[in-house]
């Protein structure tokens, strides 16, 4: 038995827009909603909270605060810094991740505690045998911000795959042996610090996502509500992949969500009308 939900976790990329462009209803949904506690969660590490807040507001999402922003690369670094405050680092990924291991560790290319493996460009011949020798003679754990095998682009309208940080850290983990720590989701270590942040129990929140494998089993395994919006990874009509747990919520689109949650809890939501937009 669902609860009306006390506070929402996001997933955007995919449930608010593709790439660029902003799905139809997601800023009326956002509106719809404001009065509800929320945060954004992504699995991508290539961004800071600050420019993801700012993409946000830039594109009519929204004026979402930095602190609502939870990337796997900011719970990574969260993540490290209570293992061990004041970590050495190797990062392997975009420079946004970089950018938020410094803000709670040091870069050190010599004698580093951790090797983080992200996305997006950062992985060459080099760095991978940094990496593996950091691991193999120093013992450096290896670190992975996201397990997804690939992420979807958007180019042109159309999707297109990217090598995930599942695909980027397995060289890591063939060459060591070392089989690497996940941050991300479906792990629980990135719902938890959200959680943390909106400071409800899992079962008062509702996560809303597009992909059944990180954004639903995670959210699922947390015991969080959960919404599945098809339209990013799943399309209407695709069957629902076996064995994964079902979202309580398996709708085509926000609009579509938000006229579900009315039906069933008519008092649950301040905004007197459906959505127009
Ligand atoms: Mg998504």
């Known amino acids: 038995?669902?609860?009306?939900?006390r506070a929402l976790l996001l997933d955007m990329d995919g449930v608010l827009y593709?790439?660029?462009?902003?799905?139809?209803?997601?800023?009326?949904?956002?509106?719809?909603?404001?009065?509800?506690?929320?945060?954004?969660?992504?699995?991508?590490?290539?961004?800071?909270?600050?420019?993801?807040?700012?993409?946000?507001?830039r594109m009519g999402l929204g004026?979402?605060?930095?602190?609502?922003?939870?990337?796997?690369?900011?719970?990574?670094?969260?993540?490290?810094?209570?293992?061990?405050?004041?970590?050495?680092?190797?990062?392997?990924?975009?420079?946004?991740l970089d950018a938020v291991l410094s803000r709670y560790g040091t870069a050190d290319a010599e004698r580093a505690d951790y090797v983080v493996v992200g996305e997006g460009p950062g992985l060459d011949y080099q760095s991978l045998t940094r990496g593996i020798g950091l691991i193999l003679e120093q013992g450096a754990r290896l670190i992975s911000t996201n397990p997804d095998s690939t992420v979807d682009a958007w180019r042109d309208g159309r999707r297109l795959?990217?090598?995930?940080?599942?695909?980027?850290?397995?060289?890591?983990?063939?060459?060591?042996?070392?089989?690497?720590?996940?941050?991300?989701?479906?792990?629980?270590?990135?719902?938890?610090m959200a959680l943390d942040l909106l400071g409800f129990e899992a079962r008062q929140c509702l996560m809303i996502g597009d992909r059944v494998d990180t954004d639903i089993a995670g959210a699922a395994a947390l015991g969080l509500q959960t919404a599945l919006v098809r339209s990013g990874r799943?399309?209407?009509?695709?069957?629902?992949?076996?064995?994964?747990?079902?979202?309580?919520?398996?709708?085509?689109?926000?609009?579509?969500?938000?006229?579900a949650w009315r039906a069933k809890w008519p008092d649950c939501f301040d905004a007197a009308d459906g959505l127009n937009g």
Request: glycine share 10%.
């Open 18 to 57: 593709h790439g660029e462009r902003v799905l139809p209803h997601a800023p009326a949904f956002l509106r719809a909603v404001a009065h509800l506690p929320h945060v954004f969660v992504t699995n991508n590490p290539i961004a800071t909270p600050a420019e993801v807040a700012a993409r946000l507001a």
């Open 161 to 192: 795959a990217l090598p995930g940080g599942g695909a980027l850290v397995a060289p890591f983990e063939v060459a060591t042996g070392q089989r690497a720590l996940t941050i991300g989701k479906p792990e629980p270590l990135l719902y938890r």
């Open 63 to 96: 004026a979402p605060a930095p602190e609502q922003i939870l990337t796997s690369g900011l719970a990574t670094a969260r993540y490290l810094a209570r293992q061990r405050p004041g970590f050495r680092y190797f990062a392997v990924g975009a420079p946004g």
């Open 234 to 259: 799943f399309g209407p009509g695709e069957p629902w992949p076996a064995g994964a747990p079902r979202a309580d919520w398996d709708v085509p689109d926000l609009a579509a969500l938000y006229r």
């Open 1 to 5: 038995m669902t609860l009306c939900p």
